[in-house]
Structures are given as structure tokens and as C-alpha cells.
């Protein structure tokens, strides 16, 4: 599989609709630039005058497809739940928290600061302040970010960040003609006048908004957007099939293997207990292959099999400065070092967060591609990941569109999602970072290594990568 993934990289044909439309030259079919197996770095990235960040440990409750054993809760309730699951992993103190920040992307209204409303309800002091952050896909990125700016700066020690998602039960609001008459209708004085809007009210009025992941700017659908970039670097359907089986397999892999420690048990009121994602569904080309386009019909090679999907589900890190976590006995999982934030065109690179922003955040930290001996990467579609390692692996992209001399290179295959991906755990909008980020700590352990790569992209052609360094064992 992975050398047919390999193959289906190499060949970058330069009649991409895409590449025509801004150049009549051809991407580079230079083959992928696999980093050579070199002695690692013993240097550490910790840096004069500056704090040393740690990840205590993180928790997730199980990722669920929308619509299953979440269905009944509220975003609060999930995220109370990983709130609860990380005190109970590390045992500590509430009062020593000193600030809580989630991501989230389709807010309730109820609970618009879910992250107030979750620590308040998993019992943490209403002295302790808490805020949330939205940055689409990369939401729970940024809450860690915001955490680790706290913790730079003195102005906190320990800092609780995650995210949370709940697609089961997503706002659907009237028409905007509805909303009016019915503020409208809350400022009449008189029964006249209260009848004289209910007689302007029409049929079209009842038709509710339904919320879509599409770009405001664009008002194109992701998935439309996933579908033309793979076109655009001539990613076959068959090639996208493996990609996302290659995900479903090695996530499988992981859970038999007891890998996934960050994920916790949920007891779900009223409910059985959830103990693992319910996502993962390892299937056959043949099968996958019967699966009709999903966003560009009849003929695009995006589909449900290859896309990730609709999820529910809450994360949660403990991060505190490095002296004070050995100072309460700790010993920490991983250093976060160096991050960026990068954005571009969300037309047209709505999706190549990853390959932007991995070369600025390895520059920052002075690594190469060689240096990372893990990479985790948010799969929203197969698509989008076959792109991004494309992109990645040419220097005509490198040097026309990223202003760069030369290509990064693509992460060699046998470093990458080695436990699965988005396109099987599932992809929680608000909390896929902080499980990316504890995936990439755990597989550093496992795996003797001592760099990792973790970038998603995210709505709004915005992407996000971090540096992530083992603790010294």
C-alpha cells in the first residue's frame, strides 16, 4: 500500500487544471525527497531566557460519528467530560490550574463560553478563569497557543487547554425575513400591530438556515474545495480509496494495540459506557470503489469513504511552565516548541495549511525534514493529505506560490499517522489539535524518537504547525 501511495505522489502530470489556470509550467515530478536515515539530534530546542513549556498529559473522551451516543448531550457536557478525565489522569490539584482555554467552531448558543461552562461544571473554582477560541479545524491549536503565550509570559504556571465538538445538534436558525417579524413582534405595543406582522408572514419565511461547512468568502463547500485541489494535482479516486483504507487499518492497529492511551472512558447518562472511537471501519477498495462522488457530482473523486466525517467528541492538556512541574513531581510528556500560523488563498489553497506552515515552523526551530522523527497531520480528506505531500515534494510550487527557493520536502510514509488519522479517529472540529499533539508525544516514546511535525489546516485557507519534543526519558 505504501508504495503504491509512493508512486501515486511521483506522478504529478502538468496538465492540472489548477497549474494551467495560473501557469502554463508544470509542478516538479522530482520523486519524494524521503529524508535520509541520519543520526538524531541530541540538541534540545530550549532556548536563552526563554520558558520551558511542557505537556503534562491529555485526555480525550471517544470520538463519535454525530448522531450516536453523544446525541442527547450538549457541547458543555463533552467537555466537561474531558475536563473530569484530566483531573482524574493527573490527579491535579484544582486550584492549582491558573486559567482554562477550549476551541470550539459551531458554538450553542446556550453556552456560548463553553469553556466557563464546563469548568464550572467539572467543579473547578468560579475564581478560575476560562475562555474559548474559534479557529475552525484549528481551534484547539490555538487554545493550546493561547496556553503556551500565558505560560511565556509569567502571567500563569498551569494552564488547562482543549477543545470540543458536538455536530449531533448543531443551531438551525429561521430565515433572516423570520428572525425579523419575530423581533419585531417582541417590540409591538398593541394587538393590532402584533396582527398585522403575523398577516406579512409568508410560507418562504418557515424555511430554516441550515448551517454548512462552506467559506463565507467563497461560499464553497470544503468538500467542493477538497475535490477541485485533487484534481488539480491530478489525485486519482483510486489513490485517495487507499489513502483513507491506509488510515482506517493503522487506526484499527492502534486500538488493538491499546496505543490510544489518551482516550478515556465515558459514561454516558442514561447511556452505556463508550470506551473507544466508533469511526474506525476498515473496509476494501471494492467496497469503497461502489461509493458515488459526494461534493462534485457525478464526476469528482471526493467521497464519504475518503473524507472525514461528522464527529462529536472533547479534548484536554495540562501544560504547565517545566519548573513548575517538576516542583509538583511531575514528569511531563512532551515539550511544545516552536508553532506558527500560516494563511493563504481560501479559494484555491483553502487546504494547504500543512504545506506552508511546515517549512516556516522547522526553519524557526532550525530542523530539517530529516530532523522529525514524527509527523501527525489532520486528515480532512484523503485528497487534501495527497496534496499536501505533492505540494510539499515540488520546487516550481516552493518557489511560485510560497515564495521559497526550494521544496521542503514530502514526510516519508513510514513517520506519518502511523495510528490513523482525522479520516478514521474522527475530526471533533474544536479538538482534533490536542489530540494530534498527545499523538505525536506518545508515538515519540513509543517509537525512540525525539522531534515531531503536528499541522492541520483549517477554514479560511489558515493552517497551523508545532514543533512537539519528547521529554527526556
Known sequence: MTSMLSCAIRSFPATS????????????????????VQPKSKKTLAKNGVKNIVVVDGVRIPFLQSGTSYADLMPHDLARASLQGLLNRTNVPKEVVDYIVYGTVIQEVKTSNVAREAALGAGFSDKTPAHTVTMACISSNQAMTTG???????????????????MSDVPIRHSRKMRKTLLSLN???????????????????FAPELPAVAEFSTSETMGHSADRLAAAFAISRV???????????????????????????FKVPGKDTVIKDNGVRPSSMEQMGKLKAAFVKPYGTVTAANSSFL??????????SEEKALAMGYKPKAYLRDFVYVSQDPKDQLLLGPTYGTPKVLERAGLTLADIDVFEFHEAFAGQILANLKAMDSDWFAQNYMGRKSKVG???LEKFNTWGGSLSLGHPFGATGCR???????RLKKEGGQYGVVAACAAGGQGHAMIVELYPQ
Open 148 to 166: 503556551v503565550g500565558l505560560i511565556a509570559s509569567g502571567q500563569c504556571d498551569v494552564v488547562v487547554a482543549g477543545g470540543v465538538e458536538l
Open 239 to 265: 489513490e485517495q480509496d487507499e489513502y483513507a483504507l491506509r488510515s482506517h487499518t493503522l487506526a484499527r492497529k492502534a486500538q488493538d494495540e491499546g496505543l490510544l492511551t489518551d482516550v478515556i472512558p
Open 17 to 36: 487544471t489548477w497549474a494551467v489556470r495560473f501557469s502554463a509550467r508544470s509542478f516538479s515530478c522530482s520523486p519524494l525527497s524521503h529524508a535520509a
Open 187 to 205: 417590540r409591538a405595543k398593541t394587538l393590532g400591530q402584533r396582527l398585522a406582522l403575523f398577516a406579512k408572514i409568508r410560507p418562504d419565511y
Open 311 to 320: 464527529t462529536d467528541g472533547a479534548s484536554a492538556v495540562l501544560m504547565m
Open 436 to 442: 494530534l499533539v498527545m499523538t505525536a508525544a506518545h
Open 410 to 412: 514530502a514526510p516519508p
